[in-house]
């Protein structure tokens, strides 16, 4: 199993830019979760998933994501703003009450 | 409020102390707890869930109180290698998200 395969690894992008981060698991997880993680900030809930078909927004504005099947969960910039520059994780978990599996993330700078 | 928080340190130890980490939660129906470790520049890695009555695999052990809200990490013998950051995760109301603490930063020193 590869876990939770993030692309990007790194990407710089100009301010008003639209991106999407990508992000898959191959282990069947029903949960996955983005946060951003930012110096002294620890990590950001973005965006929530428990299964394909459904999301949950933890903050407003900027982001999208979709869950059309169980592996994949694409955040969308929609456009791009220097706030917005950080490290992005996805991570997954197969059950309610186990521990997240992270992917290695992607270093995103908006200029 | 934040729904975790830690004293972020640093905890600079020699090696072979015991050195030990508290973290406290907002929220009383929290159900699930964790701990995690994160090197520099790598995402965070699962250390331990912790458990109601406690729980120990080899030199780390976890604890919950309930009545305060806190969870605590407890490293025995510490090695070079468990210089990290560490965080505690809790999860919300619902159960579905989980929050994380801003993390602990601990150094073991030669």
């Known amino acids: 199993n590869a876990g939770v395969t993030q692309t990007p690894k790194f990407h710089i992008l100009k301010t008003g830019q639209s991106m999407t981060l990508q992000c898959a698991q191959d282990?069947?997880?029903?949960?996955m979760s983005w946060y951003r993680q930012d110096p002294g900030m620890g990590l950001r809930l973005i965006y929530y998933?428990?299964?394909?078909?459904?999301t949950d927004k933890e903050v407003p504005n900027g982001y999208n994501v979709s869950r059309l099947n169980t592996e994949d969960f694409p955040l969308r910039l929609v456009s791009a703003a220097p706030s917005q520059t950080s490290v992005y994780l996805c991570?997954?978990?197969?059950?309610?009450?186990?521990?997240?599996?992270f992917g290695s993330g992607t270093r995103l700078t908006v200029v | 409020r934040k729904e975790v928080e830690q004293d972020p340190g640093p905890f600079n130890v020699p090696e072979g102390a015991t050195v030990a980490f508290n973290c406290t939660y907002s929220?009383?129906?929290?159900?699930?707890f964790f701990w995690y470790r994160q090197d520099c520049r790598k995402e965070p890695k699962l250390l331990m869930s912790?458990?109601?009555s406690g729980n120990e695999d080899g030199r780390f052990t976890a604890q919950l109180n309930r009545a305060s809200q806190y969870i605590s990490l407890l490293i025995r013998d510490s090695k070079l290698s468990d210089s990290a950051t560490y965080l505690c995760?809790?999860?919300?109301?619902?159960?579905?998200?989980?929050?994380f603490g801003t993390g602990t930063s601990l150094t073991v020193i030669p």
């Open positions: 991570a997954s978990r197969p059950f309610l009450r186990w521990g997240y599996t």
């Open positions: 282990m069947n997880h029903g949960y």
């Open positions: 998933s428990a299964a394909a078909g459904t």
């Open positions: 929220n009383s129906a929290s159900q699930s």
């Open positions: 912790v458990y109601s």
């Open positions: 995760v809790v999860n919300s109301r619902t159960g579905n998200q989980f929050y």
